[in-house]
């Protein structure tokens, strides 16, 4: 497993929690991309905040490995890290919670690609924040979807898939645990032989696109279900910035938790 040449893509605590699973087991990639707490993205033109954000450059630094930011609408690009890839001779790079689409010109530098980890059973919840949807939506059951990234929109082969339950009391705080959980399992399997690794094609017709989630998308509708609203708050509770009401005054009044009697 040691010997893996891979680059590190990422920048969320779950990315954190991923990255030092992999060092404690001396799993120790070649460079860390990572993107700024507060980063340009294509669909707002202001700089959107990641509120899951945690700084990889520490342990970058830690461990004595290469580390660059992207910041990719107005700064620097994916695609002009290219010859720096190139240069490594990587095996594989690893997408583990990240927000740009990866251009197929980075993609092929690699001997196997560039595999990344949805937190969705795969072709359902593609796209933007899987798991707030699956709570939305009131699911009880989601997963993990290792796949091999394409084009599209985390429309790859699969490679290993990992379900766990959503319970009713469940916060996106306790789902977002059993997602790294999950993802920590996948990967301690796969890696340990990626030359062993089988691909399964998606059915690019199944494929279920979700929007990405902005924290003025957290206000409640009043005129749902108590069940309804009740999934609505505890997808968004903490580290989300929340669900809310509006005030008279005009000022937001966060719900972090409900009890339907």
């Given at each position: 497993?040691?010997k893996?040449?891979f680059?590190f893509f990422?920048?969320?605590?779950y990315s954190?929690?991923?990255l030092?699973?992999?060092l404690?087991?001396?799993i120790?990639p070649k460079?860390?991309?990572?993107i700024?707490?507060?980063?340009?993205?294509?669909?707002?033109?202001?700089?959107?905040?990641n509120?899951n954000?945690?700084?990889?450059k520490?342990?970058?630094?830690?461990?004595?490995i290469?580390y660059?930011e992207?910041?990719s609408?107005?700064?620097?690009?994916t695609?002009d890290y290219?010859?720096?890839i190139?240069e490594?001779?990587?095996?594989?790079?690893l997408v583990?919670?990240w927000?740009?689409?990866?251009p197929?010109?980075?993609?092929?530098?690699?001997k196997y690609?560039?595999?990344?980890?949805?937190?969705s059973?795969l072709?359902k919840?593609?796209?933007?924040?899987p798991?707030?949807?699956?709570?939305?939506?009131?699911e009880?059951?989601?997963?993990?979807?290792l796949?091999?990234?394409?084009d599209?929109v985390?429309d790859?082969?699969?490679i290993?898939q990992k379900?766990?339950?959503?319970e009713?009391e469940?916060?996106?705080?306790?789902?977002y645990a059993k997602a790294?959980?999950a993802?920590k399992e996948?990967?301690?399997?796969?890696l340990?032989n990626?030359?062993?690794?089988?691909?399964k094609?998606?059915?690019?017709?199944?494929?279920?696109i979700?929007?990405?989630?902005?924290p003025?998308?957290?206000?409640?509708?009043?005129?749902?279900?108590s069940?309804?609203?009740?999934n609505?708050?505890?997808a968004q509770?903490?580290p989300?910035?929340?669900?809310f009401?509006r005030?008279?005054?005009g000022k937001?009044?966060?719900?972090?938790?409900?009890?339907?009697?």
């Open positions: 497993m040691s893996l040449s680059a990422g920048a969320t605590n954190k929690e991923l030092l699973f992999l404690e087991k001396d120790i460079v860390i991309f990572s700024p707490k507060e980063f340009n993205i294509s669909y707002s033109k202001e700089k959107v905040k509120s954000y945690a700084n990889l520490e342990l970058a630094d830690k461990y004595n290469l660059y992207i910041d609408v107005n700064g620097k690009r695609k290219e010859p720096i190139k490594l001779n990587l095996d594989l790079i583990l919670g927000y740009y689409m990866l197929k010109s980075i993609r092929a530098l690699t690609g560039a595999w990344g980890i949805h937190a059973l072709p919840y593609a796209g933007g924040a798991l707030n949807w699956a709570i939305i939506n009131g009880k059951e989601t997963g993990v979807t796949f091999r990234m394409e599209g985390d790859g082969d699969i290993a379900s766990f339950s959503i009713y469940d916060t996106i705080k306790e789902v790294t959980i993802s996948i990967l301690n399997q796969i340990s990626v030359k062993k690794v089988k691909f094609p998606q059915d690019k017709n199944k494929i279920e979700y929007p990405q989630r902005k003025e998308d957290g206000e409640i509708d009043l005129t749902k279900t069940e309804e609203i009740y609505f708050v505890r509770s903490n989300y910035p929340g669900a009401i005030a008279i005054d937001k009044l966060i719900i972090e938790r409900l009890r339907i009697e």
